[in-house]
C-alpha cells in the first residue's frame, strides 16, 4: 500500500471514527484552517504508525515518538473542539501549523528526557521552545 494510499485511508479512518463515537463538532470548526493542518498531521502519523508497527515493536524509539506526538495531537484537537463556534475565525492555518510545531516539539522534548533527564540543558532548552509554543497558542485561543 503507497504512502497516500494509507494517508487517505487513515483520514477516512478518523471520520468515520469521529462519526461512529457520536462526537458533534461544528461545521464551521471541522472547515477550518486550524481543524485541516492537524487533522493532516494525525492522519500522516497514524499512517507512519502503522507503517513502522509491521516493522518494529511499540519499545522502538521511532513508535515511542509517534505515540507521544499523536497523543499532543489529540489534546490539541480537544482545544479546537471546545473553540465556540462564534469564535472559528482564530482556527486559522498559522495556529494548525503552531500546533504542529508543537506537538512534534513536544515528541522531541519527550525523546531528550529519556535519553538526558530533566536537568540537561537540551531539555531544559526542548521545553522552553515547547512553553513558547504553548504560550502562543493559549494567547490566540483565549
Same mark, same amino acid.
Given at each position: 500500500?503507497?504512502?497516500?494510499? #494509507?494517508?487517505?485511508?487513515?483520514?477516512?479512518?478518523?471520520?468515520?471514527?469521529?462519526?461512529?463515537? $457520536? +462526537?458533534?463538532?461544528? $461545521?464551521?470548526?471541522?472547515? %477550518?484552517?486550524?481543524?485541516?493542518?492537524?487533522?493532516?498531521?494525525?492522519?500522516?502519523?497514524?499512517?507512519?504508525?502503522? %507503517?513502522?508497527?509491521?516493522?518494529?515493536?511499540?519499545?522502538?524509539?521511532?513508535?515511542?515518538?509517534?505515540?507521544?506526538?499523536?497523543?499532543?495531537?489529540?489534546? %490539541?484537537?480537544?482545544? #479546537?473542539?471546545?473553540?465556540?463556534?462564534?469564535?472559528?475565525?482564530?482556527?486559522?492555518?498559522?495556529?494548525?501549523?503552531? #500546533?504542529?510545531?508543537?506537538?512534534?516539539?513536544?515528541?522531541?522534548?519527550?525523546?531528550? +528526557?529519556?535519553?538526558?533527564?530533566?536537568?540537561?540543558?537540551?531539555?531544559?532548552?526542548?521545553?522552553?521552545?515547547?512553553? %513558547?509554543?504553548?504560550?502562543?497558542?493559549?494567547?490566540?485561543?483565549?
Amino acid at each position: 500500500m503507497t504512502r497516500s494510499r #494509507i494517508i487517505f485511508v487513515a483520514a477516512f479512518v478518523l471520520v468515520a471514527a469521529f462519526a461512529a463515537a $457520536g +462526537q458533534s463538532v461544528a $461545521g464551521p470548526i471541522k472547515s %477550518s484552517a486550524a481543524y485541516a493542518e492537524v487533522a493532516l498531521r494525525k492522519a500522516e502519523l497514524q499512517a507512519d504508525l502503522e %507503517s513502522f508497527l509491521a516493522d518494529y515493536t511499540e519499545a522502538n524509539p521511532k513508535i515511542v515518538d509517534i505515540r507521544t506526538e499523536l497523543t499532543s495531537i489529540n489534546r %490539541s484537537l480537544e482545544r #479546537i473542539y471546545a473553540v465556540a463556534p462564534s469564535d472559528t475565525g482564530k482556527l486559522t492555518a498559522a495556529l494548525g501549523k503552531m #500546533i504542529v510545531k508543537k506537538a512534534a516539539l513536544d515528541a522531541e522534548l519527550a525523546r531528550l +528526557q529519556r535519553t538526558y533527564g530533566k536537568e540537561h540543558v537540551e531539555v531544559k532548552r526542548a521545553q522552553r521552545r515547547v512553553d %513558547s509554543f504553548d504560550s502562543a497558542i493559549n494567547e490566540i485561543l483565549r
